[in-house]
């Protein structure tokens, strides 16, 4: 399983081959049934993992509602971001949708990576851009769209979500209700 991180990880940047093999050393993989809680709220979140397979969904409880914030699926590095960057209990919770495999590394383990091989660092910052790019497209498609057109880019950059996710998720990650959504999707697929 760490190759297959190890893939992933030069996917963002060149890795040496003793760098590899530490990472191949340092790598654990952890697997989850489905509706299983990976994280909760109030935790430290001490790692970060490559989805070998599966699909994930992180949330946080607003008045008693599960509000999502992301779907992550194969090929996805998951970490509950806050959490991880600070090293300090977290909001968030992330379960397992479907039987999920993680590999990945400990926070503390990437530290020392960073320190002993200066070239991780362009790793760890080639991801991180990314967090930040999905992140800002994530509030630029709450903030400035409506209910159908956050449905279309919905449909258009996650289509094998539709049938992995139950409707109520996705309607809280779109930022309406499951009524409002089933109105949006009776029209959509009208057309």
């Given at each position: 399983?760490?190759?297959?991180?190890?893939?992933?990880?030069?996917?963002?940047a060149?890795?040496?081959?003793?760098?590899?093999?530490?990472?191949?050393m340092?790598?654990?993989?952890e697997?989850?049934k489905?509706?299983?809680?990976?994280?909760?709220?109030?935790?430290?979140?001490?790692?970060?993992?490559?989805?070998?397979?599966?699909?994930?969904?992180?949330?946080?409880?607003?008045?008693?509602?599960?509000?999502?914030s992301?779907?992550?699926?194969?090929?996805?590095?998951?970490?509950?971001?806050?959490s991880?960057?600070?090293?300090?209990?977290?909001?968030e919770?992330?379960?397992?949708?479907?039987?999920?495999?993680?590999?990945?590394?400990?926070?503390?383990?990437?530290?020392?990576?960073?320190?002993?091989?200066?070239?991780?660092?362009?790793?760890?910052?080639?991801?991180?851009?990314?967090a930040f790019?999905q992140?800002?497209?994530r509030?630029?498609?709450l903030?400035?769209?409506?209910?159908?057109?956050?449905?279309?880019?919905?449909?258009?950059?996650?289509?094998?979500?539709?049938?992995?996710?139950?409707?109520k998720?996705?309607?809280?990650?779109?930022?309406?209700?499951?009524?409002?959504?089933?109105?949006?999707?009776s029209?959509?697929?009208?057309?």
């Open positions: 399983m760490a190759d297959i991180l190890i893939d992933k990880l030069r996917s963002l060149p890795l040496g081959e003793e760098l590899a093999e530490r990472i191949r340092m790598a654990r993989t697997e989850y489905a509706g299983d809680i990976i994280l909760r709220e109030g935790q430290v979140c001490r790692r970060a993992s490559l989805i070998v397979k599966g699909l994930t969904r992180s949330y946080y409880l607003n008045d008693g509602v599960e509000i999502t992301r779907f992550m699926e194969e090929g996805s590095i998951l970490t509950s971001w806050p991880y960057f600070l090293q300090q209990p977290g909001y919770y992330i379960e397992a949708v479907e039987d999920t495999i993680l590999t990945g590394l400990n926070h503390d383990d990437i530290e020392q990576l960073y320190k002993e091989f200066p070239v991780f660092n362009v790793t760890g910052r080639k991801q991180t851009e990314f790019y992140a800002e497209m509030t630029q498609l903030r400035k769209h409506t209910a159908e057109e956050k449905y279309r880019y919905f449909t258009e950059h996650h289509p094998t979500l539709l049938q992995r996710v139950a409707l998720h996705i309607a809280t990650y779109l930022g309406m209700s499951e009524e409002t959504l089933s109105r949006v999707r029209r959509f697929h009208k057309k």
